[in-house]
């Protein structure tokens, strides 16, 4: 699953890259603070911090106009039981 954090901004947008990535620095905090220390951190423009859980990986992600966030199951699994 992946969704925006943020709007996607107009990217003429005057400070939109200051404000997006002090957006982010807030963001992994308080994810930090939740999941505990990061397993991988790849800095930069387009920055990418990433959580291993047991059952899952929460990636957060900063593009040049937007942050979003993706969770991942490594088995595939949507874990949803659909009933008829």
């Known amino acids: ?3 925006f954090v943020t709007d ?3 990217p003429d947008l005057p400070g939109l ?5 002090e957006a982010f620095d807030q963001l ?8 505990g220390e990061r397993c991988r951190y790849e800095p930069g ?3 990418t911090v990433s959580w291993d859980k ?7 992600s900063m593009i040049w106009q937007t942050i979003s ?3 991942v199951r ?10 008829e």
């Open 1 to 3: 699953m992946s969704a």
């Open 8 to 10: 996607v901004a107009d």
């Open 17 to 21: 890259s200051e404000w997006l990535a």
């Open 28 to 35: 992994c905090a308080a994810f930090t603070g939740v999941l």
């Open 45 to 47: 423009r387009e920055a």
């Open 54 to 60: 047991p059952n899952m990986t929460i990636e957060l």
């Open 69 to 71: 966030v993706r969770l």
């Open 74 to 83: 490594p088995d595939g699994v949507h874990g949803i039981d659909y009933r």
